[in-house]
């Protein structure tokens, strides 16, 4: 009998849940923005016409508005990513709050809500120790840690956040590696904004050289593995004067070279959800992802660099 309650509960998830998409295209709603139907609903209306297939959505727990505003995400057929932040400090974790048990235990759990709630997969953010420490190889092996057990925690896809630089190469203060993240995740969104490529004027000034870049040494990273590259891009209006250029130009730059790179997607970032000029974007450019990718060889040749070389 026991077992036969416990099919039905998983054939029950299973028909929540939307397929997912070849190309995962979205943005991110806030926690505020979901506990606010009159701003949530118009928002995620909005997503859906304009051509986008999903929401990365802030959990910590659900209230009444946020479960009826996740139910209408359902409803448009929006596939649903829990943003979970793993380590509470704003500027990443200390030994001390990395690898404090309750913690752990805390995020595992809402890991498990969010997959009993239907979300369609987790994207862990704040994955790392502060970027203001030393180098140390155990920070990877907590990081390495945490996800291995997120791994065995729920049965849906795991996608993970990382500095923009960590498509570039490893991260030796904050423990981020993507090659050592790679077997315990299904995605990893390097957050490749130009305008916080701090003191350097060429990926400021050219989106779309940024996120090409970015996003084909941080597919080749994730080579041999099942892992989908799914960059952030930058939705909010920031150092724009590097580059001359309106932020819709901006954005849309960003997606044609996510699609030249043959990314498996992008989410599109802004922290107060303000996505009117980043929605019309996406509206005005047309069937997405529908041109072939340049090759890799055309990526170099257009870079001027080679693919060995250590550029971050």
């Not at 759990?109 to 203001?132: K, N, T, V």
């Not at 580059?243 to 802004?270: K, P, V």
Request: charged fraction near 20%; include cysteine.
């Amino acid at each position: 009998m026991q077992a036969r309650q416990i099919l039905f509960s998983l054939l029950f998830l299973f028909s929540l849940a939307c397929a997912k998409p070849e190309k995962i295209c979205g943005v991110y709603v806030s926690i505020w923005t979901m506990n606010y139907s009159e701003r949530c609903r118009p928002l995620l209306k909005n997503v859906q016409s304009s051509g986008l297939n999903t929401v990365v959505c802030d959990f910590d727990g659900a209230n009444k508005t946020y479960l009826q505003n996740l139910d209408y995400a359902k409803e448009l057929g929006l596939y649903l990513i829990a943003r979970i932040v793993v380590f509470e400090e704003g500027l990443g974790a200390t030994y001390q709050t990395a690898e404090d048990p309750q913690n752990w235990q805390k995020k595992l759990a809402l890991s498990q809500e969010a997959e009993a709630l239907g979300f369609d997969e987790i994207q862990y953010d704040y994955i790392r120790f502060s970027d203001r420490g030393s180098p140390d190889p155990r920070k990877k092996d907590i990081v390495e840690k945490f996800l291995r057990d997120a791994r065995v925690s729920v049965n849906i896809p795991l996608g993970v956040d990382v500095f923009g630089s960590v498509a570039y190469q490893p991260h030796h203060i904050i423990g981020q590696d993507l090659r050592r993240l790679s077997p315990y995740i299904d995605a990893a969104s390097p957050m490749l904004y130009p305008s916080h490529f701090y003191g350097d004027r060429l990926r400021m000034g050219n989106p779309y050289r940024t996120l090409l870049e970015g996003s084909t040494l941080g597919k080749n990273k994730l080579a041999g593995q099942p892992a989908r590259l799914i960059p952030y891009i930058q939705g909010f209006a920031m150092n724009l004067g590097y580059a001359n250029m309106t932020l819709s130009a901006y954005i849309r730059e960003q997606i044609r070279a996510c699609e030249d790179a043959g990314t498996d997607g992008f989410f599109i970032w802004h922290a107060g959800n303000e996505y009117t000029t980043a929605l019309n974007v996406v509206k005005n450019y047309g069937a997405l992802y529908q041109r072939p990718a340049k090759t890799q060889t055309e990526i170099y040749q257009y870079l001027g660099i080679s693919p060995n070389m250590l550029l971050y």
